[in-house]
């Protein structure tokens, strides 16, 4: 796992998210404690931000201010965000990443707005047609890698192919490993399943991808078959909510069955301990951080719900990325290998 | 709810699942002791069938036996079980039921062989271009009924409508519901969301069709939102599996949790009694049963890993389609409305 460099500014949307400056703020003035060389740009309107800054003048110091005036809310559609909200918090964090004032950007809002300014004032990187959007599940072991899930409704060969890329290149960033296992989504694991488009990039990652496992089926994404798995924006966004819905579902079951009786509400208070620590490990804050690979940048968007410790979370999340420079490890991955030069 | 019809005959596979006649015929015999108008056609090898037949001389004449020496494993791949295995039990029980002498039939074998005999042999309804799967998933209130779960990996807007009228129909057979709701699985609930194929279904079904939503997601499939839920096979199958993989994720956090020192297992012996109850809101047998639909038959499939408990439960499923006909109801909600014929 490689370190942060010594100084690094991550630009952040103060705005956005359901509770905006109120945890962003906290989380910024956290990282800030524990990380020295870093330094964050918050954007947005700054007579709300500055009343809630860290007294302490070391951290203050620390942390710059870009007044933008505008908000992206949740109801914005993407195309009333680029032609109308030019000054937003979200639009001036991007504009930092591609003008070299932050090493990347961070926003709770609106995913469709951020997907859509990422793409157009970052662009991709030359060799990938489409960004894709990719966060970490929790899984037996380490937590998987999933991508698309929901920047791309559809997906070809070649798309899928390119998301092993980003996928693997953002496995090394976060947990290190030097060659990541990834595996494509499919209704079967034999060679026969699934449509001709889904065979097609099997056989293309098959031949030679390096870590590629084969097909996974639904089961094993939570199961930590592979480190990262593979599959266009429509599926991989309904498995995603699948998973946070059945969660929904189990605890409130739980919550029944514990208030069944008074039988029964004694046995939650005496197993309350083991619960909470259930429910430590499978919180979607911990997890929190969406990655926006394939682009000239790095984007991170954090849960429009996140609370303070949820924002750190992708804060860190954000880190990795910078320290690890996937645009560049992407960027070097796709390009043809160099000629040599010979000396004359 | 309709009360099954006087005398019914039920063909079953008697040879298919992991567990093949130890696991059917308790369950055949189960059903028989509790529903006087049933018999039960069991199809397969008559030498290991017959020693394993209650001995109850009043049971033993509602059974008959219909000899067939092949068995379909599930390996086999759907084109070898067509070409090489015409002595199958698997084949008898669909031909029992295509030549009228059992009212629907039920396996617990290999899907890809099951739906290709029973679409070749049986056929589907006038008005329907392909069969599809669908099984209830446990949810808040009623389980929720989810197709196509793979027999379509890609399904166009005309199918989507005709899954909508095929699980609409088999929700009134389960439930008793005069107008069941019905959802069409997408990736949020704008009307702007989705590929072309989903918003065409969406257009199509808004425009009165009996029970209509509109769109739903990946975390309404758990929370019972609708009674039905429409999609292509592959998203179905990935959903499906995503939330068993998750279940089995959670149920081993939960071991994890509860062993992790002296305090929590005892945490865990006082918890047990609900944790059971939880288990068994959850036991995938109690939801067993995938009714293939569409076809010009009943056609039941049990999960391959059924015990007895499992597949009592699917052939209860079986006998609810088969006292609601639902492949008649289907019918004659395809069926143009008839012409007023004139008394002269």
Same mark, same amino acid.
């Given at each position: 796992?490689?370190?942060p460099?010594?100084?690094v500014?991550?630009?952040?949307?103060?705005?956005?998210?359901?509770?905006?400056?109120e945890?962003?703020?906290?989380?910024?003035?956290?990282?800030?404690?524990d @990380?020295?060389g870093?330094?964050?740009?918050?954007?947005?309107r700054?007579?709300?931000?500055?009343?809630?800054?860290p007294?302490?003048e070391?951290?203050?110091?620390? %942390?710059? %201010?870009?007044?933008?005036?505008?908000?992206?809310t949740?109801?914005d559609s993407?195309?009333?965000?680029? @032609?109308a909200?030019k000054?937003?918090s979200?639009r001036r964090?991007i504009?930092?990443?591609?003008?070299?004032?932050?090493?990347a950007c961070?926003s709770s809002?609106?995913t469709?707005?951020?997907?859509?300014?990422?793409y157009?004032?970052?662009k991709?990187?030359?060799g990938?047609d489409?960004p894709?959007?990719c966060t970490p599940?929790?899984?037996?072991? @380490?937590?998987?890698?999933?991508l698309d899930?929901?920047?791309?409704?559809?997906?070809?060969?070649?798309?899928?192919?390119?998301?092993?890329l980003m996928?693997?290149?953002?496995a090394?960033?976060?947990?290190?490993?030097?060659e990541?296992?990834?595996?494509?989504l499919n209704?079967?694991s034999? *060679?026969?399943?699934?449509?001709?488009?889904?065979?097609?990039a099997?056989?293309?990652?098959?031949?030679?991808?390096?870590?590629?496992h084969?097909?996974?089926?639904?089961?094993d994404i939570?199961a930590?078959v592979?480190?990262?798995?593979?599959?266009?924006?429509?599926?991989?966004n309904?498995?995603?909510?699948?998973?946070?819905?059945?969660a929904?579902y189990?605890?409130g079951?739980?919550?029944? *069955?514990?208030?069944?009786?008074w039988l029964?509400?004694?046995?939650?208070v005496?197993?309350?301990s083991v619960?909470?620590?259930v429910?430590r490990?499978?919180?979607?804050g @911990?997890?929190?951080?969406?990655s926006f690979l394939?682009?000239?940048?790095?984007?991170?968007?954090s849960?429009?719900g996140?609370?303070?410790?949820?924002v750190?979370?992708?804060l860190?999340r954000?880190?990795?990325?910078?320290a690890?420079?996937?645009?560049?490890?992407l960027a070097a991955?796709?390009?043809?290998?160099?000629?040599?030069?010979?000396a004359v």
């Open positions: 796992m490689t370190t460099p010594r100084s500014t991550i630009a952040v949307d103060a705005m956005s998210g359901d509770l905006g400056p945890a962003v703020i906290p989380a910024v003035t956290g990282i800030l404690r @990380r020295p870093l330094e964050i740009l918050l954007c947005g700054p007579e709300i931000i500055e009343p809630l800054l007294q302490t070391a951290l203050r110091a620390r %942390i710059h %201010i870009e007044a933008a005036q505008d908000v992206v949740m109801d993407p195309s009333r965000v680029l @032609r909200k000054d937003s979200m964090a504009l930092a990443v591609a003008e070299g004032r932050a090493a961070l809002g609106n469709g707005a951020l997907m859509a300014l990422a157009m004032i970052l991709t990187l030359p990938i489409r894709a959007i599940i929790p899984a037996r072991g @380490r937590p998987t890698l999933m899930l929901g920047a791309n409704l559809e997906a070809s060969d070649e798309h899928l192919v390119q998301f092993a996928g693997t290149t953002l090394r960033a976060v947990y290190g490993i030097e990541p296992t990834v595996g494509l209704v079967g034999e *060679e026969t399943k699934g449509h001709e488009t889904l065979r097609r099997h056989r293309r990652l098959a031949d030679g991808f390096p870590g590629y084969g097909y996974v089926e639904g089961h939570h930590g592979v480190n990262v798995i593979v599959t266009d924006g429509f599926t991989g309904v498995a995603l909510k699948t998973a946070e819905g059945f929904l189990l605890s079951i739980l919550r029944e *069955e514990f208030a069944a009786s029964s509400r004694l046995e939650a005496v197993a309350s619960l909470k620590r429910r490990r499978l919180d979607p @911990r997890y929190n951080g969406a394939g682009l000239r940048g790095i984007v991170v968007k849960h429009g996140s609370n303070a410790y949820a750190r979370q992708a860190e954000t880190l990795q990325e910078v690890y420079d996937v645009p560049g490890h991955r796709l390009a043809p290998p160099p000629h040599e030069v010979t």
